[in-house]
């Protein structure tokens, strides 16, 4: 069987308008050649610092930001140039949640209304009964109360509102969810509550997540693989388990050693990265890491890694690895 989610050399550039002087200055490359799947069921993580690319491309999967160059398959289909109706009919099978519940939810309309338009526009319900009958259940599914659906989204915290957007997302029966950052808005006793939730959720209805986070903790938890990007580019891909434990570019190394361990006898040492992410209008030569690789050599200034196959299913982009 196909995978669910085919992204084949996806490339997304924002053309930069010109200046005063006539001169174009180029375009910005949030994503820059990237190469993935989502299988059904499956829950794949994306990672990596902001600016990378990975809301970009978690947009550009879903056609809400139009594509420069390569390809996505659905379900089989090529979906990539799929006019705007077609595109609808398909909609219903892949949804986004957002990192701000708030501002995706309307203000002037009950929760049970927001979720309610999801199920008209789709007409997956037949009459106001059952309707309300559906909207309650898709509020217990996600842990709020049925009666729920009468309140306004200001009556809700933070955690609440975004089980509210993931009831949304899955009134329409989504087969693809993805989520972009969905935690990093809420206070950190809350993440663990949402996070849990969609691990649930995903197992339940064997739904297929692409998990956008900055967070490796919280992606090694929920997903089976991990995909690190880099500047528009995946650095790294592999089973989350291996990544996590053996991470094999000098990236993921300082990505995990920034992340916070429990067992006080640990060694982990942590990497600090110098300087920001440089800028995807004029990305480095070579491999666009060596500016700020701690074990860069000389040809990293000028020759740029491939992606290439190391085991089954774990992939890297670096001359040392
Ligand atoms: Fe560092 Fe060179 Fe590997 Fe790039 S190719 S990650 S600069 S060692």
Same mark, same amino acid.
Do not use: Q, W
């Given at each position: 069987m196909p995978p669910l989610l085919e992204v084949d050399r996806l490339q997304v550039h924002f053309p930069i308008h010109q200046t005063a002087l006539g001169r174009s200055p180029g #375009?910005?490359?949030?994503?820059? =050649?990237v190469t993935v799947h989502v299988n059904e069921g499956e829950a794949v993580g994306l990672v990596g $610092? #902001? =600016?990378?690319g990975k809301t970009t491309l978690g947009r550009a999967v879903l056609r809400l930001v139009e594509p420069t160059d390569g390809q996505i398959r659905f379900a089989g289909e090529?979906?990539? !140039? @799929?006019p705007p109706r077609e595109l609808r009919s398909r909609r219903r099978q892949f949804q986004m949640i957002f990192q701000d519940p708030f501002s995706s @939810?309307?203000? !002037?309309?009950t929760i049970g209304e927001s979720i309610g338009e999801a199920l008209d526009i789709h007409h997956l319900s037949s009459d106001r009964e059952s309707r309300r009958v559906r909207i309650g259940k898709l509020l217990e599914s996600v842990g @709020? !109360? &049925?009666?729920?659906?009468? !309140?306004?989204?200001?009556?809700?915290?933070g955690g609440q509102r975004q089980r509210v957007g993931i009831a949304r997302a899955l009134a329409v029966e989504p087969r693809l969810i993805v989520c972009d $950052?969905?935690? #990093?808005? @809420? %206070?950190v006793s809350v993440q663990a509550q949402v996070i849990n939730l969609l691990q649930d959720l995903q197992q339940q209805r064997q739904l297929a997540l692409l998990f956008i986070s900055h967070d490796l903790a919280v992606v090694e938890h929920l997903c089976a693989r991990i995909a690190v990007m880099y500047l528009g580019r995946i650095v790294e891909l592999g089973p989350a388990r291996d990544l996590c434990r053996r991470p094999r570019h000098p990236y993921t190394q300082a990505l995990l050693s920034a992340v916070p361990v429990?067992?006080? %006898? #640990?060694k982990r040492s942590r990497i600090i990265l110098g300087g %920001?992410?440089?800028s995807p209008i004029h990305p480095p030569s070579g491999c666009p890491f060596h500016p700020r690789?701690?074990? &860069? $050599?000389?040809?990293c200034r000028t020759e740029a890694p491939p992606l290439r196959d190391?085991?089954? =299913?774990q992939q890297v982009a670096c001359h040392l690895a």
């Open positions: #375009s910005v490359k949030a994503v820059d =050649g $610092e #902001s =600016g990378c090529d979906i990539t !140039r @799929l @939810l309307n203000p !002037r309309m @709020l !109360r &049925a009666e729920y659906a009468d !309140r306004f989204p200001h009556e809700f915290s $950052e969905p935690v #990093s808005a @809420l %206070d429990v067992d006080p %006898d #640990s %920001d992410v440089p690789c701690p074990v &860069a $050599e000389a040809r190391l085991e089954p =299913g």
